[in-house]
């Protein structure tokens, strides 16, 4: 079974609007962690925002906010007011404590934004 | 440095060659991960390092693939033998000691022919 499931291979957004990533997840642990990731065409994996699962409050990072559903196992990402600039490959991905070493990605989903 | 480097940006192989990639960790970061991302695919564990010990290798696909640090800041990532197979971007990431976040380089596209 897929660890990390993002369901949206591409979206297209208009600028200015908020866009919300989809993204869950399989772990039988009590204690991991939760990250998104950009890729743009460079190439370079750019952190964008971290949750962890005891975490009470939704993890936030300027435009960015993270939609922690535990016992759904939805960790969404929310983009406000997107740029031309956010068009990228996003990755939700996921480090459970007891493999405390490698995150474990998702697909992706490329999202493309509209002038 | 100010970020992770990686070096070749790109390399391009014959099948059989021998390629060394090379990544430069943030200064001072403890932990480094390797991780091969193949086309339209989300990265893929291949191997850790903390300072100079390779603590898990348990991704690295075959033992062709093989990878060390030797003084706990530089590490290089060699495949011998290259097949059609290992085409993929090799992405090196870097993780202070505040254990969560790990932070990557540009990654190496590498195309064996």
């Known amino acids: 079974a897929q660890k990390i499931t993002q369901t949206q291979p591409g979206m297209f957004v208009q600028e200015k609007e908020a866009v919300t990533l989809d993204c869950t997840y399989d772990?039988?642990?009590?204690?991991?962690?939760l990250f998104w990731y950009k890729q743009p065409s460079s190439g370079e994996m750019i952190f964008l925002i971290y949750?962890?699962?005891?975490?009470?409050q939704n993890a936030t990072e300027g435009r960015y906010s993270l939609n922690f559903q535990k016992a759904r196992k939805s960790a969404n990402l929310v983009i406000s007011a997107s740029q031309l600039g956010d068009s990228a490959m996003y990755f939700c991905?996921?480090?459970?404590?007891?493999?405390?070493?490698?995150?474990?990605f998702g697909k992706g989903t490329r999202l493309h934004i509209l002038p | 440095g100010a970020g992770v480097s990686q070096s070749p940006r790109y390399k391009v192989a014959k099948r059989g060659q021998d390629v060394a990639l090379r990544c430069d960790p943030i200064?001072?970061?403890?932990?480094l991960f390797w991780y091969q991302q193949a086309l339209g695919q989300g990265p893929e564990f291949l191997t850790y390092?903390?300072?100079?010990?390779?603590?898990?290798k348990s991704g690295l696909p075959s033992d062709r693939f093989f990878a060390e640090r030797p003084e706990g800041s530089v590490s290089t990532l060699k495949i011998q033998r290259t097949q059609q197979e290992d085409s993929a971007v090799y992405l090196c990431?870097?993780?202070?000691?505040?254990?969560?976040?790990?932070?990557f380089g540009a990654g190496t596209r590498l195309s064996v022919l």
């Open positions: 991905a996921m480090r459970e404590r007891n493999r405390d070493d490698k995150i474990i």
């Open positions: 772990t039988s642990d009590q204690s991991y962690g």
């Open positions: 949750q962890g699962s005891y975490d009470e």
């Open positions: 200064s001072g970061h403890v932990s």
């Open positions: 390092f903390q300072n100079e010990a390779q603590l898990d």
């Open positions: 990431a870097s993780e202070g000691t505040a254990k969560n976040i790990q932070y």
